[in-house]
């Protein structure tokens, strides 16, 4: 079966820090795709990254950065000079890739607090 | 409109009471999903349509929990003899197209059963 584990159920932050949330799955799927959403406390879920299962490679978009290594099974999110807005629930999620379907296995989330 | 539109945002019923929530994808989405998120977890898949046929809903917790899309656009989950267990917010979710396409959330709908 699949799983997602954030370990990290909260994290408190200076803005200014850098910060790295933590995402471990397990799939036997050879093929799958693993997200990062972030939920402000309005409750809509953000999409923030797709990754497949192919591709290593780290992805940098501004301010944000993922690191993907199939050998430990993680999907690491960092977040660089964090500010106040960065403030969210920030889900991993894996998806089975066959039949189609985007049915997410969602982790139980960090809650990320960036104080001033 | 822009996003996924979910009806009612707050939903407070009665035990043993039938509710229906309803879903708005984004125009010219073919798939749409629901997930139930309850307090303190991630969203947890319910079930999945492309188009008007639900390709899969093995998500869907018991026979109490049904959902529709009858037209290919606006979907409603239909729950029958709630349960104070059912409380949760509701998520609907549509993309573009079916497989791993990104995914769009709506604010979802709170559901309180008393």
């Known amino acids: 079966a699949q799983k997602v584990t954030q370990a990290q159920t909260e994290i408190s932050v200076v803005e200014k820090e850098d910060v790295t949330l933590d995402c471990v799955y397990e799939?036997?799927?050879?093929?799958?795709?693993l997200f990062w959403y972030k939920q402000p406390p309005s409750g809509e879920l953000v999409f923030l990254i797709r990754?497949?299962?192919?591709?290593?490679q780290n992805e940098i978009s501004g301010r944000y950065s993922w690191n993907f290594q199939k050998s430990t099974s993680s999907f690491n999110f960092t977040i660089t000079a964090s500010q106040v807005v960065d403030s969210a629930v920030y889900f991993c999620a894996l998806s089975e890739a066959k039949g189609g379907s985007e049915k997410l296995v969602f982790g139980k989330g960090t809650k990320l607090t960036v104080n001033p | 409109g822009a996003g996924v539109s979910q009806t009612p945002s707050n939903k407070v019923t009665e035990k043993g009471k039938y509710v229906e929530l309803r879903c708005d994808p984004i125009?010219?989405?073919?798939?749409l999903y629901w997930y139930r998120q309850s307090l303190g977890q991630g969203p947890e898949f319910l079930i999945y349509f492309q188009g008007t046929g639900a390709a899969d809903d093995s998500g869907l917790p018991n026979d109490r929990f049904f959902a529709v899309r009858p037209e290919g656009s606006v979907s409603t989950l239909k729950i029958q003899r709630t349960e104070r267990g059912d409380s949760a917010v509701y998520l609907c979710?549509?993309?573009?197209?079916?497989?791993?396409?990104?995914?769009?959330f709506g604010q979802g709908t709170r559901l309180t059963v008393v």
């Open positions: 979710a549509s993309s573009l197209t079916a497989g791993v396409t990104e995914a769009f």
């Open positions: 799939t036997r799927d050879t093929t799958y795709y």
């Open positions: 125009s010219g989405h073919t798939a």
């Open positions: 990754r497949n299962s192919f591709d290593e």
